[in-house]
C-alpha cells in the first residue's frame, strides 16, 4: 500500500513586499503587506498569513488575464476579508508596477469583493511611486440624529461641528462621517465598543473629520487600534466634502491622518461631478517600497 503524500508549511513558498501608503518615505505611512502570486491561497491561509505579518492589512494578488493590468484581489484585517480597503489597492498597484517595470505611467484594473477599480500609478524614483484610485460613484445613506453621538469619542456636544451634521457615506464601506470642530480631534477616544451603536443607524465604522483644517482619525469600532491613514474613508470625505460645498469640482486637496499615531500621512483627494450627482471620487498618495521577502512555508 503507498503512503499518502503528507504536505507540509514548506511545500510552497510566497514573495511577498512590505510598503509604506500614503507617504513618499520608508518607515512613516501606512504600512501594508502585498502578496503579487497569492493564485492557489484559501481565505484561511490569507488570514493566517496576514495575522503573522502583523501588519494593519495585507492584499492578496491574483493575475486575471495575461495582459497582466486586471487582477482579482482580496484585502484581510487582523479580523477577517474586507470588502474593500482603500490603502492596499493604493499600495498594491505600486508594487505591481515595481514587479513590471517598464512605462512610468500604468494602470491597474482591481476586482475587491464590494467592487472593481482602477489605479494609476507613476514612477518616481528608486523604490517611490505614486498611486491615485478612482472609487467611483459614492452612495450618501442618509444623516442620524443621535444625541450621544460626542460622546461615543469621548467629546462633548459642543465638540461637534456647529455647521456640518454627520452623514453615512459609501464607496464600498459604509462610514459615519463626524464633522468636529477644531482641537476636537487631539481629545477623541473610543473607550467602548461602538459597532453595535453604529449598526443600528446602518454604518459599519466612524471616521472623525475636523473639515476646517482637513484632518482625520478613524479606529477599529472597539478603539483598541488607530488606523494609521484610512484610504477607503478619505474617499467618503472627498464625497462628503463636494456634496456639502466645501470641495470644488476636480479639485485635489490633501487629508491628513494619523498624526497621533506617530506616522503622519497625507492623501490626496478629489471628487468630481455635480455636489448632489457625483460621478466618481479619487484617492491617491505615495507609495514607499521598504522591503521585498519570501515566506518559506505557508499555513495548513
Known sequence: MTNPVRRTPFDRSVHYFHVDVFSGTPFSGNSLAVFPGAAGLSGSQMQRITEEMRHFESIFLQEMNGGGSAWRARVFDLREELDFAGHPVIGAASVLHAVAGGDTTRTWSLELKARTVEVVTERRGRGRYASVLDQGPPQFLGQPVMDDLASWFSLDEEDLHSELRPEIVSTGLDYLIVPVRAGAL???????????????????????????????????NDGVVEDVATGSAAGCV???????????????????????????????????????????????????????????????
Open 186 to 220: 487631539e481629545r477623541a477616544r473610543i473607550t467602548s465598543d461602538i459597532g453595535q451603536p453604529l449598526a443600528r443607524i446602518g454604518a459599519q465604522f466612524a471616521y472623525l473629520l475636523d473639515a476646517d483644517t482637513l484632518e482625520g482619525r478613524h479606529w477599529n
Open 238 to 300: 472627498a464625497a462628503y466634502l463636494r456634496r456639502h460645498g466645501r470641495l470644488g469640482d476636480d479639485v485635489r486637496q490633501v487629508l491628513r491622518q494619523g498624526r497621533f499615531c506617530g506616522r503622519p500621512s497625507e492623501m490626496t483627494i478629489s471628487a468630481h461631478g455635480d455636489p448632489h450627482d457625483i460621478t466618481s471620487v479619487r484617492v491617491g498618495g505615495e507609495v514607499a517600497v521598504v522591503a521585498h521577502g519570501r515566506l518559506e512555508g505557508v499555513p495548513q
